[in-house]
């Protein structure tokens, strides 16, 4: 049924994409035609030749950054996606998998709400699978709820807003059984000790697992999200997504983040060690009934009265997330580790609240 693609793929790759993208042309920039080194006048490509560096197109496939990425997370540059933010990395899963109006996904609930936003965009059925108490999946109920029209199955490890980490073999049960893509988001992975599911890559072409520029690395505001999976799942990413996606100051910055890893190494050590005298705090609050364990630089607190005391915080220009609306959730506020002074000035906050 689908025209097969030049490039050699996985058994079923081709039946999991939508027809259209799997034949899709994809648009060719001036800088895919000509992406050699050794030119010296470029006027292919209608820029303007004042205003140097910023007047010239940045590379389409972010080569550079990605040698940097590639040493850092341990995974080959073919295998890499980077786009704008994470966001980016979940909506292109669902216009390159589902049809709209007849595909479904499946995902752990409660999660970060994106995955959600973007199945709503794109007009595909979000089937939300409850955790336990515990906060953690079960790989048969997952499974349970999918059927043939289901593309994608969504988690998040560490999970937010629950900050625990799932299962690790519960995860892999899902990836070896589900015959679609499976999507691990590892926005906050920096912070944990578990194995990262980027090691699996090799061994599952159809895992993506996904981490981000946002939490650990401090840069949050240059949107710079990454994608890790099989490098044909990689191609069909980079036929799809816009040409020029990453811009040339988002690149520069990360390149100069990537230089210096220790510095966000110390910054996660301070962060946990922050969390932990946090985490300790609000368990010994009378307002706080019971502070669940995280693997990431927040934490989940259930409290006698989320609203009252996420409204007495506001009024005090200090602001958290109120997930009492959300399942499993309610009277919960989600914590974000800040520095020391701003953390003690919630503490003193809530102690006389
Ligand atoms: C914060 C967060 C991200 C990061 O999104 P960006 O678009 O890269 O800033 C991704 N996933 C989860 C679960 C998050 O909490």
């Known amino acids: 049924m689908n025209k097969p693609c030049s490039a050699p793929q996985p058994s079923n790759l081709g039946g999991l994409v939508r027809p259209n993208i799997w034949s899709l042309a994809p648009y060719s920039s001036a800088r895919d035609e000509y992406s050699g080194k050794e030119a010296h006048v470029f006027l292919d490509a209608n820029e303007n030749p004042y205003n140097a560096p910023y007047n010239r197109y940045p590379d389409p496939l972010q ?7 590639s040493r850092i997370k341990g995974v080959p540059e073919d295998m890499i996606f980077l786009g ?3 966001d980016e990395a979940i909506d292109l899963p669902y216009r390159i998998f589902c049809e709209p109006g007849r595909d479904n996904v499946v995902a752990i609930e409660p999660t970060y709400g994106m995955y959600k936003v973007c199945a709503d965009i794109n007009n595909v059925e979000y ?11 079960d790989a048969d109920r997952l499974l349970k709820a999918t059927d043939s029209r289901t593309k994608l199955i969504w988690m ?8 625990n980490s799932l299962n690790r073999d519960e995860m892999l049960k899902v990836v070896e059984r589900f015959g679609g893509i499976v999507i691990i988001d590892e926005a906050y992975g920096d912070f944990s000790a578990q194995k990262t599911m980027r090691a699996e890559l090799a061994k599952h072409p159809n895992l993506i697992v996904l981490n981000t520029f946002s939490k650990a690395w401090g840069l949050a505001a240059i949107r710079l999200g990454m994608a890790f999976a099989s490098k044909e799942i990689i191609q069909i990413f980079n036929k799809v997504k816009y040409p020029y996606n990453v811009n040339q100051l ?7 983040a990537l230089k210096d890893p220790f510095e966000v190494d110390k910054w996660v050590k301070t962060l946990l060690l922050e969390r932990n005298r946090l985490m300790q705090a609000f368990a010994l609050l009378p307002i706080c009934e019971q502070v669940y364990p995280s693997d990431a630089n927040f934490f989940l607190a259930r409290m006698t ?6 409204d007495y915080l506001v009024d005090r220009g200090i602001i958290v997330r109120n997930r009492t609306r959300v399942q499993l959730c309610h009277n919960c506020l989600r914590i974000t580790v800040g520095m020391k002074g701003e953390n003690n000035e919630l503490l003193a906050a809530l102690r006389s609240a």
């Open 63 to 69: 080569r550079e950054l990605k040698k940097q990425v």
């Open 84 to 86: 704008n933010g994470s």
């Open 127 to 137: 089937r939300p699978v409850l955790l336990d108490d515990h906060y953690q999946m």
């Open 156 to 163: 998040c490890s560490p999970n937010n807003p629950t900050g």
């Open 250 to 256: 988002t690149q520069q910055q990360a390149m100069e």
């Open 305 to 310: 009265d989320a609203q009252r005391i996420y």
